[in-house]
């Protein structure tokens, strides 16, 4: 690493003649201490199991709560809209807190979110238990919301500490695979529990269960790495750039350049001694981190052929430890402009948040069609949907595995060269089956046929959906190198809008043209959905790279 500081900062000691060659950090593997990456295998799996399972809770607090909705109105004596009011607030919230979660996350790590995050869902299980009102159970609901959202989008995150990207595609299906099963054990145990008890012991096992995974996080070993941040290496370079300003008196460097004057050989040093040693440690911290001109994941590295080097991670020089930064320097808007100002994120959001939405719909119409059209009560409706439930897990693991095994094959084919839109050629097969999946179960509902006719369509189009939903989330991650948090919470937030528009309209819908109206219209919007994918895999790498190069601050008539 290039030692020597610029010319021309005050602050700094005699310097040597600056260097004008210019480093490129490798965010996605920069050195650090206790590399997650490096653990063993049963301790990554044990992080594995450990944010899986506090991942259900998102789904079971979610679809526990339906089966009681009509003894809730009763006792509470609730109208039809605020009962409506509690189910679309909590997926809305749910989807849009994480924007902020993601931005702390950065900072704090993840385990405090972890913690916190539980303790306050905790919280507004045990109120919503005990409340005697419907405003007060709407907003222990939304208290709820803002608790359960954050391991469902730092989840991914967290596998990104610990994982290479030829191996997330695999992981990610096992993840994903266990907030899955709240939509599907959500309405069995919350008939199971109504039936016996009352709505109360919904929230009551809520609680519980909320309360374990708390427990869980208290001895979790933190897998954030603030040397991997782009988010926490931007505020820190700020924060730098203001403590070394003050002393040098000269503007703060934008884009990584390095800002250079002449001064005469006399006058180098003559305020150096008006500076503290740790305003001298901040300024030559600076002037590591100012020789970074950009930010590259390790494959587009290996395919220019560009030399990495950590200039901030396992130095003396970097001044992490002595800096430490606040909320003041959370900043929870940039860091999601900058995922969705890339076409190829805002299609990718796009396309998975239409097929989440779909997965959303089909629980909540579904249940609505058996109950009226076949007579079922709230057991027979969760056992129905389990159906769905199993096609899902079973397709998150599979399309893991086999989205990671197509990575590996194109990878090796390009000479060792990887690149993240190879992640999705792995979705072409599932949507070749997709479309006529959902518009079969519209009209095998539509008709009346056997509830066993249900049964298989929700498998198939509950396997294929995550199949292709699973190796979508993975290729957010990994075309996001250094802003995981960020774009899976970009992910949360287009998924809980989309969810929430899908609950808002589905009845409605439902009631005018039918189950089989309803799921023509979704299976237009399936082929939509591939078709964005598509886009991606086709011109993604393109509308990355342009933005890469923007960001490193070169202009893109001369980029490669």
Known sequence: MVNEIQAGNRCFAAPSQPQAATTIFDIEHAVVVDDPRAWSKPRKLVVVATVSAASMISGLGGNIYNPAISQIAEQLHASSGAISLSLSLFILIQGGVPLLWSALSEFWGRKRVYLISTALCTVGCIVAALSKSIGVLIGMRCIQAVGSSAVMSLGATTLADIYEPSQRGTMMGIYYSAPLLGPSLGPILGGVLTQGFDWRATFWFLAIFVGVCFMLFIPFKDTFRRERSLVYQAALKRRLAHQSAKCSGTSTPRHGTTVSRSIPEGEKNTDSEYCSPAEKKAGEGRDTINRSSSYLDLEKQHQEGVAVQATTAGTGDAP????????????????IVHVLRRMNNLTILTASGLIFAYSYSIAYTCSRTLANEYGYNALHIGLVLLAFGI????????????????????????GGISQAEMRLQSTMVPMLFLPPCVIAYGWVCERHVHVAAICVTLFFAGFFSISI???????IVDANSGRSSSAAASNSAFRGLFAFVASEVAVPIQDAIGDGGLYSLWTGLMIVSELLILLVWWKGGTWRRKWEVKERGVSTDSAP
């Open 469 to 475: 939903y699973s190796s979508t989330l993975a290729y």
């Open 391 to 414: 096609g899902s897990l079973l397709g998150s693991i599979l399309g893991g595995r086999y989205s990671d095994h197509i990575f590996k094959k194109l990878k090796d084919r390009n």
């Open 320 to 335: 992490m430890d002595e800096i430490k930064l606040s909320l003041a320097d959370v900043n929870p808007v940039k860091p």
